[in-house]
């Protein structure tokens, strides 16, 4: 028998782990240092612009682009007929895969739109021989069509429900794509004509959306379910790989060539000259080979990969505010990162607001008009008892843009003069408002808040209880309703179960239609007006407005609603908040995230040699 | 059997052990200082300004809210005892009486669908279940709370199943079946106080298991509905530690690593006294 | 061969098991997805067309059936999110996952394994106390914080800034290395306490067998004694540990790791199949973690026969 020595056999098992340790240590070290460089000689000079976002899309379908992410990949990916000018602020349409602006009929219900000749869409196996063919009226007929057929889950069919003639009809008929829709058709391979139920001014914003995009319907066909991870479009990209982490789209070597003009995108020498973007002149987007886009739900991750260099865009998440700003108003980058950084502030296109429940008894309509009245009081109370000052400082670092009602100050018909407002909250006319109506803490209804529960919205929960602990209401008297999915969430709140819920509502078109219609009655849940609310003066003019042209007469309809919504206190509203975006000084870019979006992609540029001159000027 | 005074000769001899009830007890102080209303009760207060950095006002800083994270890791240890003692005792009590079960009955139907239920129990992964249970109990205050119950009854009850029919097969458990007293009674007499050991262990075991358990299913969005435990304060900190304010992430980590620590320092003395072979001492 | 046969039926009855409790709980009572695909101004008529696209109108038998015949069939459908089919999602997270955990894993254990044979070796010698201390330390570590920190600590500038924050874009080894270390760092932290603790207790408990103290009688010195004997005959316990932990480690340590790392294994996956209500992956998950759970119940029950002929 061997005598080993004590720790013999033992140690040297303990001395291999550990190199193996250290050398797996190091050797993540070392790459580390090197790889980038090593990378960066190796690869083709093929240019890459790296964005990010705090949410990833699920599907690249265009009829489930609900969210501002898949919205962003689909019009990428695919054509919409319209879309908005890069640079003209406040945005103005612009044609897209449509040859010109739509003739409108004199009654403003027909709409002929024609399409650009020689689009294609990408070469794919769904093609015969795989080649990509040419964009006709028919697929755009059909993918509007697709929208209202149950079996493909789509999300838009709200933007034309009851407008086009015999859509609806047609879906009640069994969604056959063999019938004729009589106010959707193809006249031709490359005219469309659409024939509204009664005047819709909407309708050419709602064709810049991703619900709107052509798709053709052999991709459809052949790809079955999994189309919605096969894009097969005719945008600026097409998609190379996508998980829920990333998304890779490359250059659409066929996407049809136009030169840009900076004109015509509305270029502004004043606020835009800064950006590089006089270099575009001229060229065809899209503009950069590769976009690789990194999905980062986690504020504090998306940051730290920003700053490490692994980013070209980020939207600066609040927590990073204080290291970003030099000042808050007007938002002023800080010396460091100005090095290497462009900053532009925007409003978002939206608004966050808290509603009342107005169908729940304890808070909103109640037939009794006594205890309805007093309803009316205690909501009011709530309302005035809202620091939305504190509310902006804490989460919108105080840049935020608070405002009186709900038209949003991206709408063009907000009304400067009257609502903004510095909202300073009154204490005292709260607890009046209380104790006249006969509240105290005794008798005060008992609140839920719902959310999602996620670090932010609790904390704005607990937020909103110290507010209201301030006129008095108890602790114990304001509870948090709490939903692991945002899917039960909106399965409660849509089944009008939840009593106080924040709504963050993104417009989807620059027009103040889009959010009074929010607390038009018809409207209510599991419709988008989520107070429920329902006031018959403003449904009247709701209707009233809803066939008129952007005129200053609509505008006053407007601005009457909002006040009648204000006066009834059917909701805590609102702020609306100022996105920090940042992007790399070496691209000539000027991204958006408002109604503009994703279309912006194609106009990225790296800033070539005329910008490295203008610098060194 | 190991005689009681033996055990605590035991474990007074062991410094750490000791170390580790005491910690617990200053904790348990602390719980109750909440529960009677002294302390922490200003959690929910939002005074301070934004992530105000320590203090003789706010002696751990603020929050994002302004909320002292003082109170609020205070008010937390109230939150990790409650969600420690109901978890610990009921898988406790639960898996021994179904494991007692099981062992008095083994090899009978009792016994196999006592093990087929841990069996199935088991072979769900952690996580998934608890979050299932949290979606079925979909915002019950308890959710948490059962899913950890359901799950973590097993390990006390295989063990309990062993000891028992070890102890089955003794003289004393023999002759009284022999005088005809009901199972239940001898189980309950005779049977079980002989598993106090392992429940003891177990309950602390499941008390650690439980405020871990708690700080990952906060942290999910699944744990703590209204109030504030160190998982919320844990789960704001990954807001705040990568732009540099620590006070939340040092507050709620090093008073859930103290009453870990403590726990287990205890849990581990009371396994060495209780299992000689294999203590260190 | 009857008893291979007995131990099938025992695992067949435990797949039903786990089924029918995780389709009761995940599926019946579980996320609804509805909601979420729904659009904006949807009516009661839409919200049924979605419900009955997504098979939520059907009675609860034969949802459950269609279950286990798509589970024993292996026809896992698509995923009602994206449409992925949902083999393709295992085809694709998988890999990602095992090559995030397995080095952390292995070196978990390994490391364990060395630490508990050296303080069952030096039992009740200052090694002992020293690795027992930091193995309580180790279990009375959250993993939340430990990966909190470890971030902070590698990979940010309040640190040592050597690693990326989040992410997983691997297409080199050198790339793997630079994503793979913090995770592993963390899993190999909030594993090594429990690890050496139970390794620990096994090797003395192995010591304090007869044939042990025969051979130590006889003279052998401890080290072959350790060596020889007692990791040879430990080799059952440590084995199961290790078989055991693998499902669980794939699915619930993942889970938090990639979903906080965001890596696109499947624990991610099933982070956001909860998340989003996308009960077939959600199902299948479940039911293939189920199915190997038993799988490896057997397995280990049969290499116990294989290893120790006296176990009946």
């Not at chain 1, 829709?181 to 001014?201: C, E």
């Not at chain 2, 890791?73 to 969600?83: D, K, L, M, P, Q």
């Not at chain 3, 839409?46 to 009955?52: C, G, K, L």
């Amino acid at each position: 028998m061997t005598c080993w020595g004590k720790l013999g056999p033992v140690t040297p098992l303990i001395k291999s782990l550990l190199l193996l340790c250290l050398s797996i240590a190091s050797m993540a070290m070392l790459p580390g240092c090197n790889n980038r460089s090593e990378s960066e000689e190796a690869a083709p000079p093929a240019t890459v612009y790296r964005h990010s976002m705090d949410g990833a899309p699920s599907s690249l379908d265009p009829a489930q682009a609900s969210s501002i992410y898949a919205n962003f990949l689909a019009v990428n990916l695919y054509d919409t007929l319209y879309r908005y000018k890069y640079l003209a602020r406040p945005y103005e349409l612009e044609p897209n895969l449509a040859d010109g602006l739509p003739e409108v009929s004199a009654d403003g219900l027909i709409y002929t739109m024609h399409l650009k000749p020689g689009v294609h869409f990408i070469d794919d196996p769904a093609f015969p021989e795989g080649r990509g063919r040419a964009v006709r009226a028919e697929d755009f007929v059909y993918s509007i069509k697709r929208q209202f057929d149950p079996a493909t889950r789509a999300q838009g069919a709200w933007l034309w429900q009851g407008r086009i003639v015999g859509l609806d009809e047609w879906k009640e008929n069994g969604s056959d794509y063999q019938q004729e829709v009589p106010g959707l058709k193809a006249l031709d391979d490359r005219t469309l004509q659409i024939q509204l139920v009664s005047p819709f001014p909407q309708l050419t914003h709602t064709l810049t959306q991703g619900f709107s995009a052509v798709v053709p319907r052999e991709a459809v066909d052949h790809y079955g379910q999994e189309f919605a991870i096969h894009p097969v479009g005719s945008g600026p990209y097409r998609l190379q790989t996508f998980n829920s982490a990333s998304a890779v789209l490359v250059r659409n070597s066929r996407f049809r060539q136009e030169p840009f003009s900076l004109s015509a995108e509305g270029f502004d020498a004043v606020s835009q000259g800064h950006l590089g973007l006089e270099q575009l002149e001229g060229k065809a987007p899209p503009l950069m080979d590769r976009i690789e886009i990194e999905f980062v739900a986690e504020d504090a991750a998306r940051w730290n990969s920003f700053i490490a260099g692994e980013l070209d865009f980020i939207k600066v998440p609040v927590s990073q505010f204080d290291q970003v700003l030099e000042n808050r108003d007007p938002p002023d980058l800080n010396a460091t990162l100005a090095e290497n950084y462009h900053l532009i502030a925007n409003l978002e296109s939206g608004f966050v607001h808290t509603d009342f429940n107005m169908d729940d008894p304890r808070i909103g309509y109640h037939p009794d008009p006594d205890r309805n009245t007093r309803n009316h009081a205690l909501r009011c109370a709530i309302i005035e008892a809202f620091d939305w000052r504190k509310r902006n400082e804490i989460f919108y670092y105080g840049i935020g843009y608070v405002f009186d009602g709900i038209i949003p100050p991206a709408a063009p018909e907000f009304d400067l003069q009257k609502h903004h407002v510095p909202v300073a909250r009154d204490l005292e006319k709260a607890r009046n408002l209380l104790s006249d109506h006969g509240w105290n803490a005794e008798n005060l209804p008992v609140i839920e808040y719902g959310f999602t529960s996620s670090v932010t919205e609790r904390q704005m929960f607990e937020q909103l209880r110290s507010f209201l602990g301030e006129i008095g209401y108890p602790q114990e008297k304001v509870k948090p309703l709490t939903f692991a999915t945002y899917g039960d969430y909106a399965r409660a709140y849509l089944n009008r179960e939840v009593m106080l819920m924040t709504i963050g509502w993104t417009m989807d078109y620059p027009d103040a239609e889009n959010t009074v219609q929010l607390f038009y009655g018809p409207n209510a849940s599991p419709g988008s007006n989520t107070a429920n609310y329902n006031n018959s003066r403003f449904n009247q003019l709701y209707r009233e407005s809803s066939g008129m042209q952007p005129s200053a007469g609509r505008t006053a309809i407007y601005r009457e609603m909002n006040q009648i919504v204000i006066d009834d206190c059917a909701t805590i509203s609102g702020v609306s908040r100022r996105l920090i975006l940042l992007w790399n000084r070496d691209l000539a870019a000027l991204p958006d995230r408002s109604f503009v979006g994703g279309f912006f992609f194609r106009f990225v540029a790296p800033r070539g040699q005329s910008g490295a001159a203008q610098a060194a000027e | 059997m190991t005689s009681d005074s033996r055990i605590w000769r035991q474990l007074k001899k062991n410094r750490a052990g000791l170390a580790g009830l005491l910690i617990v007890a200053v904790f348990f102080l602390l719980a109750a200082g909440v529960w009677t209303g002294i302390l922490g009760q200003d959690w929910s207060d939002a005074g301070g300004g934004r992530w105000e950095p320590p203090g003789k006002e706010f002696w751990f800083g603020t929050n994002l809210l302004g909320q002292d994270i003082f109170q609020r890791s205070i008010y937390s240890v109230r939150t990790a005892f409650e969600v420690g003692m109901v978890v610990s005792i009921f898988s406790t009590v639960l898996g021994a009486v179904l494991g007692s079960l099981a062992g008095w009955y083994s090899d009978s139907w009792i016994d196999h669908a006592i093990l087929w239920l841990k069996g199935v129990l088991d072979s769900i992964p952690f996580y998934l279940f608890v979050a299932a249970v949290a979606y079925a109990l979909q915002g019950q205050d308890w959710a948490m709370h059962i899913a950890m119950i359901a799950t973590f009854w097993t390990t006390t009850g295989r063990l309990v199943r062993a000891e028992v029919m070890k102890i089955k097969s003794r003289e004393f458990v023999l002759s009284a079946r022999a005088i005809g007293l009901p199972d239940l009674l001898i189980l309950s007499r005779h049977v079980l106080p002989n598993t106090l050991h392992i429940l003891l262990i177990q309950t602390t075991i499941a008390f650690v298991a439980a405020i871990k358990t708690e700080v990952i299913l906060s942290f999910l969005g699944l744990g703590v509905h209204d109030g504030v435990s160190w998982g919320l304060m844990l789960a704001e900190s990954t807001q705040e530690v990568l732009a540099g304010h620590f006070s939340n992430f040092l507050a709620a980590s090093l008073m859930l690593f103290a009453l870990l620590m403590g726990f287990n320092l205890f849990s581990d003395a009371l396994q060495d006294a209780y299992d000689p072979k294999q203590a260190a001492i | 061969m009857r008893y291979a046969l007995s131990k099938l039926a025992h695992g067949l009855f435990l797949v039903l098991g786990v089924t029918l409790i995780s389709f009761i709980l995940m599926v019946w009572f579980g996320p609804d997805q509805t909601y979420t695909l729904i659009g904006k101004n949807a009516n009661p008529q839409q919200i049924a067309e979605v419900r009955h696209e997504l098979g939520y109108d059907q009675p609860f038998a034969r949802r459950y059936v269609d279950y286990v015949a798509q589970l024993f069939t292996l026809n896992l459908g698509a995923s009602n999110s994206s449409g992925e089919p949902v083999s393709r999602i295992l085809k694709r997270t998988v890999p990602i996952t095992l090559a995030l955990m397995l080095p952390g894993f292995i070196l978990g254990n390994l490391l364990g394994i060395a630490l508990g044979l050296t303080a069952a070796q030096h039992r009740g010698r200052w090694t002992d106390h020293l690795i027992n201390g930091f193995s309580v330390t180790g279990m009375s570590l959250s993993f939340l914080v430990i990966i909190i920190l470890l971030q902070v600590l590698l990979s940010t500038p309040y640190g040592l800034n050597l690693f990326p924050v989040r992410g997983w874009q691997v297409d080199d080894p050198g790339s793997y290395l630079k994503y793979v270390t913090v995770p592993t760092l963390s899993l190999i932290l909030v594993t090594l306490g429990y690890n050496t603790r139970f390794y620990r207790a096994v090797f003395v408990d192995e010591s304090g067998k007869d044939h042990i103290r025969t051979a130590r009688a006889c003279g052998a010195s401890t080290a072959t004694i350790l060596w020889k004997h007692v990791l040879k005959n430990s080799l059952v316990p440590v084995l199961t540990r290790i078989m055991f932990s693998i499902p669980l480690i794939v699915i619930s340590g993942s889970l938090l790791l990639e979903s906080y790392f965001g890596i696109p294994g499947i624990g991610k996956a099933t982070f956001d199949a909860i998340t989003s209500g996308d009960q077939p992956v959600l199902k299948a998950v479940v039911g293939l973690t189920a199915v190997a759970f038993v799988l490896i119940q057997i397995l280990t029950d049969l290499l116990y026969r294989l290893v120790d002929p006296r176990i009946s």
